[in-house]
């Protein structure tokens, strides 16, 4: 079943069409900024213009615009082709394909640019399984959570002494996800508490 990934949730810019374990096209930008005026003409240079019998995007965490931007487009798209939609992380997506590059990671810990200075951390295990729960931390306490694992993502310049890689998610390496962490919901995992607040009742 050929399946659209779309990943906007980090500065990259990346769509692919995967069938199971194969990748049938992909294109991947570094962007920053500008995920909405890019994303569907990525979309559109696909075969087929990008259809596909199912959906899966990126809910972050991760920019708190390039996620929205890209589940709107995948519920879009899900509404217009009337095919589902799903969700995965991607400290996920980010994990998979740094254990599947690096066979002598026994764990990582995924460190991306968070808001505010700080880093949202999330450390897993081989095979690939979360061993923690998503944190976003300022750089002396993540370099605490990470301990002796070593990191990888955009957050790694920050983290001091820590053997790491850069690294953004890339849609194509979607294929890396087993099944049980592409079920998520597409919604937004922002990772942090929002920073309005209610105002207190008079």
Known sequence: M?????DTATAACSVALIEGERVVASAHEVVGRGHAERLVPMIAELPDGGWAEAILVDCGPG???????????AIGL????????AGYSSTALIAAAGLADRPDWDGLAVALEGGHGELFVQ????????????????PEAALVA???RPAIGSGVRWLSGVPGVEALPEAARATLLPPELRTLLPRPIYGRAPDAKPQASK
Request: avoid cysteine.
């Open 123 to 138: 450390p897993y295990d081989r095979p690939l399984a979360p061993a923690g729960a998503l944190a976003s931390l300022k």
């Open 63 to 73: 920019s708190f615009t390039g996620v929205r931007v890209g589940i709107a487009a």
């Open 2 to 6: 050929p399946t659209l990934v779309i």
């Open 78 to 85: 899900g509404i217009g082709w009337g095919v589902p939609v």
């Open 146 to 148: 990470i301990g002796a």
